[in-house]
């Protein structure tokens, strides 16, 4: 396998940590290049979950270095939890990198976040509360506190100086710097031994023709400059991500693939033209399990959109789809799928880029048969019901990439590798 990215193609929750686990087997290392524990990826082996917030999906393959780049802002603190939950579960957490310029989320990132969107009131963006935005903020301002800071006590505490009281002055916050800085050289401490600089490490694998997998967080929807503005996350998911995030260049990256439900869900605020409000809606967060990974919240649901697959195609550079989780839809009549949005009588097949149109579009559908059979427990791309196959031919012709992996249920064997 090639340096390969993989990118979430709808609003985040495609299912990339289960996909990324699958993958994860054939390469050498995988990174995370952006967001921070606002993720939850799930992987399911033998029935027994997990879900990584800020951990790599490939941990659970013992010799696979695991990677937090640059662009990832990182709470020390549940990172800290995930490597000691992995630990009492037996995993061995050996081969994990933390890099010295990733910049940390702190407590008060929470705090902010909250008063923010108390102020939003009925426009608040429904984040994860996880002080992503806050933390993004902080680094573009220039005042943000980076993980090499926290084996610093006097860079951390002139740091923590300049922000307690840029806190106290803008939000009226009267926070202790004793406590802080002693706790977080503390976590510096627990920490060190993961600590490096990751893009040299990354470098010098590529170096050695070793192959590496990048892991896309949230979704190409909830990209901070090509998402639904301003209802997306703080960061890059999509592709152009990985260079900054990690320190590569793109000439280092050869593919890129996209995940996708079959179906399409969101968590959160904001716009999303194929949302089924109504019995078909609750039927897909039923079978679909459609509840948040990180916050427990119900996702809403949707048919898939041929309109934002295009996009993500176009936004990434998409080589290819993983398609996940049709076997959520192997019990309905028929199924619709959004071919192009109609706003005041204009068809429009291109993911537009003004909000206006995002929240007064109206999808146009073409409907298909349903299969009507259990593809659960599918095991060859030929024994698919035809109905499915004509379906996945039609999601390919809309986004105009091949379906290379196809997901029929949770666990990590139920894939199937496509002609
Ligand atoms: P991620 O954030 O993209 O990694 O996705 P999440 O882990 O947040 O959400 C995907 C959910 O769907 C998880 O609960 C997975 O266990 C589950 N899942 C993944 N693939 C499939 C599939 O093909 N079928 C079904 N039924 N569930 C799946
Ligand atoms: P994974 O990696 C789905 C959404 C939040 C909110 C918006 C901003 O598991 O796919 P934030 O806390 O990032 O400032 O919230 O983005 N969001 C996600 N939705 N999956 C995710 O991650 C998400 N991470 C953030 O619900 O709408
Ligand atoms: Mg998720």
Request: aromatic letters at 8%.
């Amino acid at each position: 396998m090639s340096n390969t990215v993989i990118v979430g193609a709808q609003w985040g929750d495609e299912g990339k940590g289960k996909i990324i686990d699958f993958l994860a087997k054939k390469v050498d290392a995988v990174v995370r290049f952006q967001g921070g524990s606002n993720a939850g990826h799930t992987v399911v082996v033998n029935n027994e979950k997990f879900i990584f917030h800020l951990i790599p999906s490939g941990i659970l393959h013992p010799g696979k270095k695991c990677i937090i780049g640059n662009g990832v802002v990182v709470d020390p603190k549940i990172l800290i939890a995930e490597i000691e939950d992995l630990k009492s579960r037996g995993i061995k957490v050996d081969d994990l990198y933390l890099s010295s310029q990733a910049h940390i989320v702190m407590p008060y990132h929470m705090e902010i976040e909250r008063l923010e969107e108390e102020q939003r009131g009925e426009g608040k963006i429904g984040t994860t509360k996880r002080g992503i935005g806050p933390a993004y903020t902080d680094k573009i301002a220039r005042r943000g506190i980076r993980v090499a800071d926290l084996l610093e006590r006097e860079t951390l505490t002139q740091k923590l100086k300049i922000n307690l009281e840029f806190l106290k002055n803008f939000y009226g916050l009267n926070l202790s710097l004793k406590n802080a800085l002693e706790e977080y050289l503390q976590y510096g401490r627990k920490l060190k031994r993961y600590i490096t600089d990751t893009s040299m490490l990354v470098y010098e694998l590529m170096r050695e023709g070793k192959n590496v997998l990048f892991e896309g967080a949230q979704g190409t929807l909830l990209d901070v400059d090509h998402g639904t503005y301003p209802y997306v996350t703080s960061s890059n998911p999509t592709a152009g991500g990985v260079c900054t995030g990690v320190g590569i260049g793109p000439t280092r990256i050869d593919k890129v693939l996209g995940v996708a439900k079959a179906y399409v869900t969101r968590v959160g605020e904001g716009p999303f033209p194929t949302e089924i409000k109504g019995e078909i809606g609750e039927i897909l967060k039923n079978r679909g399990k459609e509840y948040g990974s990180t916050t427990g919240r119900p996702r809403r649901c949707g048919w898939f959109d041929g309109v934002v697959l295009r996009y993500a195609v176009r936004i990434n550079g998409l080589d290819g789809l993983i398609l996940t989780k049709l076997d959520v839809l192997d019990t309905l009549d028929k199924i619709k799928i959004c071919v192009a949005y109609k706003y005041k009588h204009q068809v429009i097949r291109e993911f537009p880029s003004q909000p206006r149109i995002w929240q007064e579009c109206e999808p146009i559908y073409e409907e298909m048969e349903g299969w009507k059979e259990d593809t659960s427990k599918v095991t060859r791309s030929k024994d698919l019901p035809w109905k499915a196959k004509k379906y996945l031919k039609k999601i390919e012709e809309e986004g105009g990439v091949p379906i290379h992996l196809l997901s029929v249920g949770p666990q990590r064997g139920d894939l199937l590798v496509l002609d």
